[in-house]
Nanobody, 126 residues
């Protein structure tokens, strides 16, 4: 079975940084896209960043220039480096994976992904 486990969340002051990690096990080959989403209380899950297997990266406008998605194949881990954090970044952050040669939909759509982690809380205070 596929498992995705997030870590690295916590509380930080505005302007600070955090690095989230997503460890993947059970199936680490034939992936199409790895992504990060976030969900704040009372809001829908929203796209944050994605990395395609060919190496291209994509970001939501709200985090572009502040967040960086990357991966370490040797460690089967995906990272999200978050700099210049703002209170509006406060949310539960989830990693997601799509498998195979194609996606069901756009990379910004949660329904395009096959497996999800349980999430890690990020809280940014002003």
């Amino acid at each position: 079975q596929v498992q995705l486990v997030e870590s690295g969340g916590g509380s930080v002051q505005a302007g600070g940084s955090l690095r989230l990690s997503c460890a993947v096990s059970g199936r680490t080959f034939n992936w199409h896209t790895m992504a990060w989403f976030r969900q704040a209380p009372g809001k829908e899950r929203e796209f944050v960043a994605a990395m395609a297997w060919v190496g291209n990266t994509y970001y939501a406008d709200s985090v572009k220039g502040r967040f960086t998605i990357s991966g370490d194949n040797a460690k089967n881990t995906v990272y999200l480096q978050m700099n210049s954090l703002k209170p509006e970044d406060t949310a539960v952050y989830y990693c997601a994976a799509s498998w195979g040669t194609t996606m069901r939909g756009s990379r910004e759509d949660p329904g395009s992904y096959d497996d999800w982690g349980m999430g890690t809380q990020v809280t940014v205070s002003s």
